[in-house]
């Protein structure tokens, strides 16, 4: 039962914390950046940054957008410089999208900003309690990126 009660008040934890740390940083974002990104920009310019070239549909699906939405996001990027859309090689019908020189330039200018900014709000924590809340955070990624929402709701329906 001390399983179950721990476990959901991690959940609690997650659900209050989530939120307000994403509110921080998008604040932040837009201050430091003086408005020159969204936060749906600044996150499509991080994924392409991590992952490499992507195509609409699956910028579209980690922002959870349309693709319309996601186009239009994509020409304003487009528009100034920081993205690329090109015609996949193999399959002439995919666009593949990639950061530009500047696009990578101005997505690490703000990352190191924003890094920045992390350090100095935590920096009340001790060394002990930041490797604490890393190996937290890193276990939490890993669990959430095995999630497969499909195949839960799928389950969950029958």
């Not at 100034?80 to 696009?103: I, Q, S």
């Not at 604490?132 to 095995?146: K, Y």
């Amino acid at each position: 039962m001390e399983e179950l009660s721990t476990r959901l008040r991690c959940a609690h934890a997650l659900i209050e914390v989530t939120p307000r740390l994403t509110t921080v940083m998008r604040k932040d974002l837009r201050i430091h950046s003086a408005g020159l990104f969204t936060e749906p920009q600044f996150r499509v310019l991080a994924y392409l940054f991590r992952e490499g070239e992507a195509c609409l549909s699956t910028l579209a699906d980690f922002q959870g957008v349309s693709l319309p939405t996601m186009s239009k996001l994509i020409q304003g990027l487009e528009s100034r410089g920081l993205v690329l859309r090109e015609k996949d090689l193999c399959d002439r019908r995919r666009v593949a999208l990639n950061l530009t020189p500047a696009g990578r330039e101005a997505y690490e200018g703000l990352l190191r900003r924003t890094e920045a900014h992390i350090v100095q709000w935590i920096s009340t924590m001790s060394e002990e309690e930041c490797a604490a809340v890393l190996q937290a955070l890193i276990r939490v990624d890993t669990v959430f990126s095995q999630v497969d929402l499909d195949a839960f709701y799928a389950l969950a329906a029958q």
